[in-house]
């Protein structure tokens, strides 16, 4: 009873923070948007995107600004994806479309700590259009630039992505081949529970 009662206190302490506009609250939500995005929850990931406001104004320092600013473009292109609405989905593309604009910036000006965002994303915005040669080529690209410079959380996540891209298209071979793929990087970069939830759909 008392771990629950802590729980609950934690949690309304969260959401206190996540209302308001300061450091903390973006850097909560900045949080709070790597678990949905790491669990592929976009419903709660649009949700806070959309609440959240201007975060990179408010975050202490560039990697965590960096790294809102590639998870909402994420978000954005999710939602456009699964959007019923024709009008919810140019919106949602428009609002990814500028954000992408960031990133694209970033690499123009030298930054290699970004290159794999942008083809992940890259990759997204293929996807939503329905340029399969770019989504493939974009994946391929996101995958082996983040596991060459060593950001193995985001060669799990684009494998992910891609497993998903290949799921959708039918295509059952790359479909597996790259859940398993995703599932080695996490369980190598230690992340057993979600190791677990890719157990349950393998």
Same mark, same amino acid.
């Given at each position: 009873?008392?771990? &629950?009662?802590?729980?609950?206190? $934690?949690?309304?302490?969260?959401?206190?923070?996540?209302?308001?506009?300061?450091?903390?609250?973006?850097?909560?939500?900045? $949080?709070?948007?790597?678990?949905?995005?790491? /669990?592929?929850?976009?419903?709660?990931? %649009?949700?806070?995107? =959309?609440?959240? &406001?201007?975060?990179?104004?408010?975050?202490? #320092?560039? /990697?965590?600004?960096?790294?809102?600013?590639?998870?909402?473009?994420?978000?954005?292109?999710?939602?456009?994806? +699964? #959007?019923?609405?024709?009008?919810?989905?140019? =919106? $949602?593309?428009?609002?990814? =479309?500028?954000?992408?604009? %960031?990133?694209? &910036?970033?690499?123009?000006? &030298?930054?290699?700590?970004?290159?794999?965002?942008?083809?992940?994303?890259?990759?997204?915005?293929?996807?939503?259009? *329905?340029?399969?040669?770019?989504?493939?080529?974009? /994946?391929?690209?996101? %995958?082996?630039?983040?596991?060459?410079? *060593?950001?193995?959380?985001?060669?799990?996540?684009?494998?992910?992505?891609? +497993?998903?891209?290949?799921?959708?298209? *039918?295509?059952?071979?790359?479909?597996?081949?790259?859940?398993?793929? #995703?599932?080695?990087?996490?369980?190598?970069?230690?992340?057993?529970?979600?190791?677990?939830?890719?157990?349950?759909? $393998?």
């Amino acid at each position: 009873a008392e771990a &629950g009662a802590d729980d609950k206190t $934690m949690d309304s302490m969260l959401a206190t923070a996540a209302d308001t506009h300061n450091t903390l609250s973006a850097f909560v939500n900045l $949080m709070k948007l790597e678990v949905f995005v790491l /669990f592929q929850e976009w419903e709660e990931a %649009i949700d806070v995107v =959309q609440k959240a &406001g201007n975060v990179r104004l408010l975050l202490p #320092s560039s /990697f965590n600004s960096v790294r809102y600013t590639f998870l909402e473009a994420l978000t954005y292109l999710k939602a456009a994806q +699964s #959007s019923a609405s024709g009008s919810k989905k140019k =919106q $949602m593309e428009k609002c990814g =479309q500028k954000t992408i604009q %960031i990133i694209r &910036g970033w690499v123009k000006n &030298g930054n290699v700590n970004v290159v794999h965002y942008l083809y992940i994303v890259e990759a997204e915005l293929a996807v939503l259009n *329905g340029k399969n040669k770019k989504a493939k080529k974009s /994946f391929n690209a996101a %995958i082996s630039t983040s596991r060459r410079n *060593g950001f193995l959380r985001d060669s799990a996540l684009a494998h992910e992505l891609a +497993s998903a891209y290949f799921k959708a298209q *039918g295509d059952d071979y790359w479909r597996n081949y790259h859940i398993e793929c #995703s599932r080695a990087c996490y369980q190598e970069w230690g992340c057993g529970e979600k190791v677990k939830k890719l157990d349950a759909i $393998m």
